[in-house]
């Protein structure tokens, strides 16, 4: 690995799926200002996901909707008359 490419706040983080209730720990440098008690009961910062390989069709071959900011709700509306 080449040395002095990452960022400074490169750290363990916490990932959390929201549409799968999924938890992962990682690396990242993404701010974020939430924490979570991980399974060997250190804290870590923690970072919500809408979507990941665990809710994703591709990765678990379920075609499932995810609609949190009402898209398919907007694009029905928006197409209605056609």
Not at 29 to 41: A, F, L, M, N, V
């Amino acid at each position: 690995m080449k040395k002095d490419i990452h960022p400074a706040s490169y750290r363990m983080v916490v990932f959390q799926d929201l549409s799968a209730n999924e938890l992962f720990l990682s690396r990242s440098c993404t701010p974020t200002k939430d924490t979570i008690k991980w399974e060997d009961g250190k804290e870590y910062p923690l970072i919500k996901l809408e979507i990941s390989n665990k809710s994703h069709p591709f990765f678990t071959g379920k075609m499932k909707f995810v609609d949190t900011a009402g898209r398919i709700d907007k694009f029905n509306k928006k197409f209605k008359k056609a």
